[in-house]
């Protein structure tokens, strides 16, 4: 079992502390970096809101991005299952024939 580790990110000029498992500290770090970077451009395009505002539309933002790549990754899962009926569909035509 990993051991947990105490790292810091900075999000927004805020350093927060967090314990992470030791074989998540580089993900932890770049989601973090990812984070502060999407806060920070919601920040410069909307520089006359709140930070709970700007926190809110990166929030969405990044929501956005996870269900779209769910959707092409099921869109793609979706097509490795017809591509893999198509082969096995003619796996079973050339061993009906072979028989």
């Not at 000029?13 to 451009?41: C, F, M």
């Not at 809101?49 to 933002?61: G, H, N, R, V």
């Amino acid at each position: 079992m990993s051991n947990m580790q105490s790292i810091k990110v900075t999000i927004l000029g805020k350093q927060i502390p967090l314990k992470v498992h030791e074989s998540e500290v580089e993900n932890t770090k770049r989601i973090a970096h990812y984070v502060d970077e999407k806060l920070k451009l919601f920040r410069n395009q909307f520089s006359n809101q709140t930070d709970s505002t700007i926190m809110i539309l990166a929030c969405l933002s990044i929501t956005e991005e996870l269900f779209e790549l769910r959707a092409r990754l099921n869109q793609t899962e979706q097509r490795e299952d017809e591509i893999m009926e198509q082969i096995n569909h003619e796996i079973s035509k050339v061993l009906k024939d072979i028989s």
